[in-house]
């Protein structure tokens, strides 16, 4: 199986999506009959369900989702849904947003081709199809990699790195693994990592709390309005990973509450190569010092108003 995975990988490399039809798996596998136009049939919209834990929003208020809603109902929906049987119905591979269009615009039955096929082979499928979307939000990159780390780790074997091949046109490979941790989020986090309100590098400094203590996280924003800071969020880290214990509500207080910072005293200070034209070549900084005092003492006195055009009122 090992090899099949390779060259499934090299082919999603390459950006052939063919291969994912094509019946030249190694022999005795699961293989994908190749598509030659008589496997598309039209199944009912009740029969066809998400693929399971799909990590791809589908926006329905977008002006894009409306253009495809009125497109299919001018022409039908021109490219089929990917599925593969799952007993006598059928899980939707690629095609998620399609299958809502065709459902908005009233369609009863959708053109689908069905394909069996692994659990490995449709989570890298299904993941490949939606990366080549335009837009894709932070939480989706980071459940898609993880599906695909995950689908890797059951097929029993190493070395492949499946999510690092998907996200190669994408992602570095070190990137790629700081958005699967980014998937140990809380949703509700990972909602506020999307909208931009929690920075991605401080998203993933919380991704290494526990549930426990991202909920008190999530508690303490819902109750301040405020946000961690990457340099909070890391300090909590830290805390958590020496303590190995959830923290507490008053401790995740206590770290994210900034204490205000007493202001500083006023500070006036010269440089005294500035003053050196006042005073004799030699005269120590001390002397300067005590001179310029001595000067400030006698003008608040009054001493220079006459000189300086001052007068009582």
Avoid: W
């Avoid at 208020?61 to 799952?86: M, T």
């Avoid at 070395?159 to 996200?167: C, P, R, S």
């Amino acid at each position: 199986m090992a090899g099949n995975n390779k060259k499934l990988l090299d082919n999603l490399a390459a950006g052939d999506l063919s291969y994912l039809l094509d019946p030249s798996l190694d022999e005795g596998q699961d293989a994908v009959p190749a598509f030659d136009g008589k496997e598309m049939t039209d199944v009912p919209l009740g029969k066809l369900h998400a693929f399971k834990n799909h990590p791809f929003r589908v926006d329905r208020e977008a002006d894009d989702f409306f253009q495809l809603v009125e497109s299919i109902k001018d022409n039908g929906i021109i490219y089929p849904v990917l599925v593969r049987p799952r007993g006598d119905e059928y899980e939707i591979i690629a095609g998620h947003r399609r299958t809502a269009a065709g459902e908005a615009a009233g369609l009863k039955d959708i053109p689908v081709i069905i394909k069996p096929m692994s659990d490995y082979e449709a989570t890298i499928i299904m993941v490949h199809s939606n990366f080549q979307r335009e837009t894709i939000l932070p939480s989706e990159k980071a459940k898609a990699y993880r599906m695909c780390m995950e689908a890797e780790k059951h097929q029993g074997k190493k070395g492949i790195d499946t999510a690092a091949m998907i996200g190669k046109e994408h992602d570095s490979k070190r990137q790629v693994y700081r958005y699967i941790r980014l998937s140990y989020l809380l949703d509700d986090l990972l909602s506020m990592v999307d909208a931009g309100a929690i920075p991605m590098n401080t998203g993933i400094e919380l991704a290494y709390l526990n549930l426990d203590t991202q909920r008190e996280v999530l508690t303490y924003i819902d109750s301040f309005g405020k946000y961690p800071s990457a340099e909070q969020a890391s300090r909590l880290r830290k805390i958590y990973a020496e303590n190995k214990e959830s923290l507490s509500y008053e401790r995740i207080i206590a770290e994210l509450t900034e204490v205000p910072k007493a202001k500083t005293a006023n500070k006036v200070s010269f440089k005294t190569k500035e003053l050196t034209e006042y005073f004799d070549a030699g005269t120590s900084a001390e002397t300067m010092s005590s001179t310029i005092l001595q000067l400030l003492s006698r003008y608040r006195n009054g001493d220079f108003d006459e000189i300086m055009g001052r007068k009582d009122k």
